[in-house]
């Protein structure tokens, strides 16, 4: 609500714009009425009021000297003048000292009642742009603090507002908001207004005007200054200001915030050590998964593994998705983390372990010939790390990998076997003339020979070594009619080591002699 004071030297033309408009309805309270020039004066300097509505003919002090008078003081106040006289010189001497309206007796209700709406309007810009001077100041002297950099009028100044406020130590808090990822959609509002809810959820549960505190958007969190008396006066500790913050705060947006809460320090130009100490107790966001608040002091003496350490537990997930069916995807999973919080590993070390995993189970697809980037979970485990999430969050993205993988690795492996047997055929059309036989190409291709025996017949519907036969044998065929080459030439060429045995094969399928077949060809 805006203030405003009315000023004219006649009662009932004060009262008549009093009941006239509907002040409060438009944004205004009137604070004060005045009859001259002079008292108008004393007011403005007194209630610092948005508008001042004057007369432009008044005694002792007339319109145009007020509003002269108000502009030399650099008094921010707005003027409409209402006038009986339409004399063009009041107005050019209005328009020069940036009066809002210049408005004619009897006044026209809607006149202003528009002029209101316009006042209104860059008003609102005008606290915009203040706050938002003042927001950046105040980022820009907390951004100083933490890096150290902070000295001068500047450090003492606020330390001075700070210990006139009894204050004997800050803390530092840094609240993080998790799960809001590409992946989940989860609505979530801009920077500008988490801070301002960050700082009105203090205003409501401290009771009390925050004009000092200043949030500032982290990377991935929102850091804020919290001097003890805000924990003092009603709480134990920074730890339970910052549960009760967090409570609030859950009450707005549908997201897991966690808030961390650094050593108190003793004096502001340490606050780069509290921060610091914040952000030490964010590195046990896995390992106490269950806390909505972690306090260093709860922590400086868990020592966290930085280092994945080597474990059995990777490769038995890995065997239980590719295995899939007999396998509880969601307990394989559970047990997998949760060795690793039984570990007591870093953030990091998290990442690097799920990193594995994920590229064993990639590495298993491509084997068969698979392409992992079908996969519309991998996208997710490979950037959940770029994302603040929970631990929670990230057990559900592994398990919806893990159920995917599972999915293809076991359609691919139905596949495969057909795939592997038409690779085989491939590989024996084009290799026949070589020394060849069912065992040796088992081999080759990592397979049982008598399984291999089988799977070839019933693909092709003929036995393997019939087909070699007949490859063989059909190869001879255009060498006799294409070449001189001798018979035993041919034979060693198309693969037999032995002549007679080609001869002997040759005519038991062409019921005629390789020389009978070639004869038979030069006679036509």
Known sequence: MYSAIIVDDEFFVRKGLIEMIDWEGNGFQITGEADNGEDALALIREKRPQLVITDIRMPVLDGIGLIQTVAGEGLDTNFIIISGYNDFRYAQQAVRYGVLDYVLKPVDQDDIVNTLAKLREKLARQTQAQEGKAWDAGEKLIEALIRGDLSGTAIEAWTGYWRDAGVREFSYMLVEINNASPWNDAPVPTKERLAEDIKKALQSILHRSLEHIF????????????????????????KELALELGAKLAGLYPLELRIYAGKPVQELRSLRDA?????????????????????????????????HLEDDCTRELIQAVEEGEGHDLSSCIRQFLQSLVDKHVSPEAMKTAVDRFVAGIVKSIRSMDGDEKLLNSLEPMIGWHDYSITLEELEKLLLQFAAESSETIARLRKTFTKGSIHKIKQYVDANFQKNMNLKSIAAKFFMNPVYLGQLFKKTYGIYFNDHVQQLRISEAKKLLRQTDKRVYEIAEQVGFNNADYFVTQFEKMERMTPTEYRNRIIER
């Open 215 to 238: 949030v500032y958007a982290h990377h991935r969190a929102y850091g804020f200054i919290a001097p003890d008396i805000y924990y003092t006066e009603r709480f134990g500790s920074p």
């Open 275 to 307: 921060y610091t100490s914040a952000k030490q107790a964010m590195q046990y966001k896995f390992i106490r998964h269950n806390e909505r608040v972690i306090a260093y002091g709860d922590v400086e003496e868990v020592i966290l593994n930085y280092i």
